[in-house]
């Protein structure tokens, strides 16, 4: 059974600062790799798909990594902004299921 | 483009008593449709994944008689939770993905409490 863990679970830090988001997998056979971004109270939204050949995608400020072979990945967000404080997930696709880590919560202090 | 809708945004409902929950595609054919879970401070859980016209696959732990599913078309997917309960009470998202499977897309979820 894939399981995904994030680390840290919360994190907080001030504007302008970047943010290094941390999430391990067991199981190293998935098809893609996938960061969303959530609200409170509120649905997913995707930030960046990494399928399971790519090392890595980009969009804007963000950047995420993929290490297929050791199980890892790792969402960067630079300069932070008030507005990027949410909770972020990372989910991954094998055995035709998204498996999700418990998320990150991140505050930005203005 | 791939926008999910799901209907209603939230609802309460008293004990024992059963609500539905609509999940749309609503520019796209969703060849299959899944339904996760979502516990206060606790991420998504899978529950079921249905493709158009068949059963559905229930994850172990999720009873199936509980959590009725119907995926009639391929732009509607529906939960009934039958006889809820307070523990029932939790965040559902739904998701859809299109022919190529390789990209889930999901809905705004629905917020249920029962009282």
């Known amino acids: 059974k894939q399981e995904v863990t994030q680390i840290p679970a919360a994190l907080s830090v001030p504007e302008g600062e970047n943010l290094v988001l941390n999430c391990s997998f067991t199981d190293s056979a998935i098809y893609n790799l996938q960061w969303f971004r959530q609200d409170p109270g509120k649905g997913l939204t995707s930030l960046l798909l990494?399928?399971?050949?790519?090392r890595e995608q980009t969009s804007g400020r963000l950047n995420a990594s993929l290490d297929k072979s050791s199980g890892r990945s790792t969402l960067y967000i630079a300069a932070s902004q008030p507005g990027d404080s949410a909770t972020y997930l990372c989910a991954v696709f094998n055995d035709y299921k998204l498996s999700f880590g418990a998320g990150t919560t991140v505050t930005v202090r203005a | 483009g791939a926008v999910v809708s799901q209907h209603p945004s939230w609802v309460i409902c008293k004990s024992g008593t059963s609500v539905k929950i609509e999940c749309r595609s609503l520019d796209f054919q969703a060849t299959t449709m899944f339904w996760y879970r979502q516990f206060p401070k606790q991420s998504l859980m899978l529950m079921a994944t249905?493709?158009?016209?068949?059963?559905?696959?229930?994850e172990q732990g999720v009873e199936k008689d509980k959590f009725l599913i119907n995926h009639a078309s391929l732009t509607l997917s529906t939960l009934t939770v039958t006889s809820a309960h307070p523990e029932d009470s939790s965040f559902y998202i739904c998701s859809a993905s299109g022919t190529s499977g390789i990209e889930q897309y999901f809905g705004p979820g629905t917020r249920l409490t029962v009282t």
């Open positions: 990494i399928q399971s050949s790519q």
């Open positions: 249905s493709n158009e016209g068949s059963k559905a696959t229930y």
